[in-house]
């Protein structure tokens, strides 16, 4: 039983693009920020994107300037658009929703493969 379920994973050539897919259910409460970490073999787990209740975005460097995250915040849904792909951001996605009201609480998706190939 997960709360978030991650869809658009693939396998994609260099250079390509992906738009990966969030949908949340069985969440309750006010959700204050939406966000996707990837993990790959052997490194640790790190944000890519991330978009607060007020709309502020922030990247992680590697990724900046070519994803970019979206939401339908009223459908419990956030979106990353991912273009001029890299081998180098092969890894697992996850995507996570922070609650904060009224307690906080944290949900996760059970990850979705991205591969890119050179």
């Known amino acids: 039983q997960v709360p978030l379920v991650e869809s658009g994973g693939g396998l994609v050539q260099a250079g390509g693009s992906l738009r990966l897919s969030c949908a949340a259910s069985?969440?309750?409460?006010?959700?204050?920020?939406m966000s996707w970490y990837r993990q790959a073999p052997g490194k640790q787990r790190a944000l890519v994107a991330a978009?607060?209740?007020?709309?502020?975005?922030n990247y992680g460097d590697s990724v900046q300037g070519r994803f970019t995250i979206s939401r339908e915040y009223t459908k419990n849904t956030v979106y990353l658009q991912m273009n001029s792909l890299k081998p180098e951001d092969t890894a697992v996605y996850y995507c996570?929703?922070?609650?904060?009201?009224?307690?906080?609480?944290?949900?996760w998706g059970q990850g979705t493969q991205v591969t890119v190939s050179s």
């Open positions: 996570n929703m922070a609650v904060d009201y009224p307690a906080a609480n944290n949900y």
């Open positions: 069985r969440i309750r409460g006010s959700i204050s920020a």
């Open positions: 978009i607060t209740r007020g709309g502020t975005t």
